[in-house]
């Protein structure tokens, strides 16, 4: 083969290996012989092959989970919590740089963020106030995650799993809990239809005849229903009365 030609061959072997393909989503580290040199934007890139390395970073919202820790809170209830992060890479050279696997640091901070922030407050709270743990475990998570160049987005709890047996003692709870208000609106329902029908029967008292219509008006609605009783008041009125008794007699 000719020189020329196997030279030719070698040259283009070797600036095909060196091209490089770089997504807008991605940035790429660039190494000369193991020292950083620079960030390679989107694009078109090329490479010294056999002398020059990348590494790609991905600078989008990347999520992870926590997996789900024992928890003993601070009433002394054991229960199994888990969440979800979400942090993005705003700086590529101190992820890369300034610790070795960032997504697995973030976990481990976030499982012992977690478990220190739920440890000190009670069980209600956890279920009452998710959004407020989740923010006090981004505010721990973040503390660290600053200098490596990586930004907490959210932090949210996902799931909190009881023992049964308090899951039955809230189950009851909540019953009772319903069932005292069904009590207190039945009653209040019970105090305004006394006091409506204590304002009727003042206006009822006030015409002799709007007694009787009343009196006419329930009849007839008994005999609407085919009864084959019917009772009829006798007036109060006309009973006769008894004289008051004296200290004579």
């Not at 000719?2 to 997504?23: C, W």
């Not at 390395?53 to 789900?68: A, G, H, K």
């Not at 007694?211 to 085919?226: D, M």
Request: charged share 25%; aromatic share 6%; hydrophobic share 45%.
């Amino acid at each position: 083969m000719n020189p020329a030609v196997l030279f030719m061959v070698i040259v283009s072997v070797i600036a095909l290996a060196g091209i490089r393909i770089i997504f807008e989503y991605k940035r790429a580290l660039k190494f000369r012989f193991g020292k950083y040199i620079s960030t390679l934007q989107p694009g078109f890139r090329w490479i010294i092959p056999f002398v020059e390395t990348i590494q790609i970073v991905d600078i989008r919202v990347i999520t992870i989970n926590v997996v789900s820790q024992e928890v003993m809170t601070e009433d002394n209830v054991p229960c199994s919590i888990d969440g979800v992060v979400f942090f993005k890479i705003t700086d590529p050279e101190k992820a890369v740089l300034e610790v070795e696997e960032y997504s697995f640091a973030i976990t481990q901070l976030s499982q012992a963020a977690l478990r220190d922030v739920c440890g000190k407050v009670e069980l209600d709270t956890i279920l009452s106030k998710r959004e407020e743990m989740g923010k006090n475990i981004k505010s721990i998570v973040e503390v660290e995650t600053k200098h490596w160049g990586i930004e907490i987005i959210d932090v949210k709890i996902k799931d909190i799993q009881l023992p049964e047996n308090m899951k039955r003692m809230m189950a009851n709870q909540a019953e009772a809990e319903r069932s005292r208000r069904a009590r207190i609106i039945l009653a209040e329902a019970e105090e305004q239809a006394a006091g409506k029908l204590l304002e009727a029967g003042l206006q009822i008292d006030k015409s002799p005849s709007a007694i009787k219509l009343r009196l006419y008006q329930t009849l007839s609605n008994i005999a609407s229903e085919k009864n084959s009783t019917i009772l009829f008041p006798f007036p109060e009125e006309m009973m006769p009365k008894h004289p008051e008794k004296t200290d004579l007699d």
